[in-house]
Structure formats: C-alpha cells, structure tokens
C-alpha cells in the first residue's frame, strides 16, 4: 500500500505534523510527503501546454509527485485552516492538478490511471469550520481519481487543546488508517 501525503503546514512539528505522523505510524506500509511549503514546487501559471502536450511545462519537485500519483493508492491532504479554508501553499501546489483535468478535457484522458481513496486532516483554532475545507479538499481528490473519501479528521481547538491532547481526534486518526489500509469503502457526502 501506497500513500502520498500532501501536507500544507509551515510547521514541521506543530499540530498538523502531529496527526499526519500518528497516521503514518498506524498505517503502515510506504509514503510520500509532499511539504507544500518547504519543497520546491511552483504554483501553475496557466501557459496551458498541458492541454497539447499531456504534459506540465514547469520542470521542478512537483516531478515526482505526479510519477507517485500513477502509483499510489491513498492521498491524504493535511492542512491548518485559514479563513475556513486550506493553506495558500497547500492550493498553490495542487493548482499543478490542473495537467490531470486538462487531460481529461481536452485530450480525453483519465488519470491518474486508478482509483483511490482519500482523507483529510484539518487542525484549527477555534474560530473557523471545516466544511469549505473540506469541499476544496473533495474537488481536489476528484481531479486525482479518489472515488472514496474518509469523513474528515479535525482537531477544531488546537489554541487551547493541542492535537496530541484531541482524544477525538486520534480516535478518528485510527479510523482514517483503518480505512485506507482495508478494501471498506466509504463515501464522505457531508
């Protein structure tokens, strides 16, 4: 089992860092991480040479990931939310997606080439909701062929209750592994 994990904090041992690690430990089984704000991976800039190419124009980090994408079977998006949304960085980095719905639209492509499933983790704290958080991270997932998506994992009140104290939010952290790593599908409507 694969997992790419793309995560969208500038801290690299805060809140988001914590689940994303618990994760990883309960999973099991080989990851990537792509550190939305440490690595070097450029935001789209909408020359469109995907659409005749099938391919992105910008050769940097970003490389890699797609070549995961091909193979993985999990994705999982871990973000701090601001303004009720993802990180700016974590949607710079998947405005790189665009190649994948350019294929689709113009060239009649499907890719990644098979299904996924996916899940979400959202740190916050306090004065925000997660439900846009997650309607961004879903449109996402739908451009990386995730067919089924865990209910969101969050930890809402990380300025008084750090995530390693959330007792919900680990709880959901062992539930998100034990769906990723077993055949159980799960549809996230909500």
Partial sequence: MKTLVIFGSPR???????????LLESLGGEHMTV??????????????AC???GKCSINDGMQKVYDYLDICDNIVIASPI???????RLLDVCSRYQLYFSQRRFR???VPPKNKKGGVILVGGGSGGKDKAF????EI?????????????????TDTVPAKDDKNA???ISELAEFLGSEKNIRADN
Avoid: Q
């Fill in 12 to 22: 690299r041992n805060g809140d988001t860092a914590y689940l994303v690690k618990r």
């Fill in 35 to 48: 550190d939305c704000y440490h690595e070097n991976i450029s935001p789209c800039i909408d020359c469109r």
């Fill in 51 to 53: 659409r005749k190419s």
């Fill in 82 to 88: 601001y303004f009720s949304e993802l990180t700016g």
């Fill in 108 to 110: 009649g492509i499907s």
């Fill in 135 to 138: 309607s961004t991270a879903k």
């Fill in 141 to 157: 997932f739908r451009m990386l062929s995730v067919s089924d998506v865990f209910p969101p994992v969050c930890s809402p009140n």
């Fill in 170 to 172: 680990l709880a959901e």
